[in-house]
């Protein structure tokens, strides 16, 4: 069964300093895997996915996460905040299912940024 | 439109009272999710449509949730005699592909928060 499991529930940095959120998978698999932000009172957004191409994926506002396949590890990170990243953010595996993908969410990690 | 459309934004209903929420998905897309997303939690998958076709329920937590897509666009959730319990944010997510495979990506709604009291 494929699941995901976010390390961190609350991570808080300065801003200007990195940010790394954690996130561990379960897939039986070659999974694809996704980061996802949601802003308050706004929609979940994607910030990159990773399908098997290379392992160093890049997206929007700077962010940037790593696949990992012998530590099942899927990181994001980004290498300076801004105060406009305080959001949550969800990774996220999808699970083939009778033709189309289901994704499966980790419990988020909310991400608070310090002047 | 240009975006997933949900409504109503807001729902409070009282124990036992019947609610429809509403998914306006973006035109042409296939595919519709529907989410459940309580408090502090990531979204669960509740049911999945390709058009009008409801392909998968298998996440519908009881036999009060039901959902329909009857003419392959616009979507509705309907839960009846609400428990407490139902208290979530709704998501709705559709995307242009049906496949696996396919590279098309989701567009989510903003959610309807449901609160029963």
């Known amino acids: 069964a494929q699941s995901v499991t976010q390390l961190d529930s609350h991570v808080s940095v300065s801003e200007g300093t990195p940010v790394l959120l954690r996130c561990n998978y379960s897939s039986s698999y070659s999974p694809s895997l996704f980061w996802y932000v949601q802003h308050p009172n706004k929609g979940l957004q994607l910030l990159l996915k990773?399908?098997?191409?290379?392992?160093l994926v890049k997206g929007i506002n700077g962010f940037e996460a790593e696949f990992k396949k012998s530590e099942t590890s899927f990181h994001l990170t980004k290498p300076s905040a801004h105060m406009s990243d305080a959001a949550e953010y969800f990774c996220v595996v999808t699970r083939v299912r009778g033709g189309y993908n289901k994704l499966i969410f980790g419990a988020g990690t909310r991400l608070a940024v310090h002047p | 439109g240009a975006g997933v459309s949900q409504s109503p934004r807001y729902k409070v209903a009282k124990r036992g009272q019947d609610v429809a929420l509403r998914c306006d998905p973006i035109?042409?897309?296939?595919?519709l999710f529907w989410y459940q997303q309580a408090l502090g939690q990531g979204p669960e998958f509740l049911t999945y449509f390709q058009n009008e076709a409801q392909l998968d329920k298998s996440g519908l937590p009881s036999d009060r949730f039901f959902a329909e897509r009857p003419e392959g666009s616009v979507s509705t959730l309907k839960i009846q005699r609400t428990q407490q319990e139902d208290s979530a944010v709704y998501l709705c997510?559709?995307?242009?592909?049906?496949?696996?495979?396919?590279?098309?990506?989701?567009?989510f709604g903003s959610g309807t928060r449901l609160t029963v009291v």
């Open positions: 997510a559709s995307s242009r592909g049906q496949g696996a495979y396919s590279d098309y990506g989701y567009t």
């Open positions: 990773y399908t098997s191409a290379a392992t």
């Open positions: 035109s042409g897309h296939v595919s």
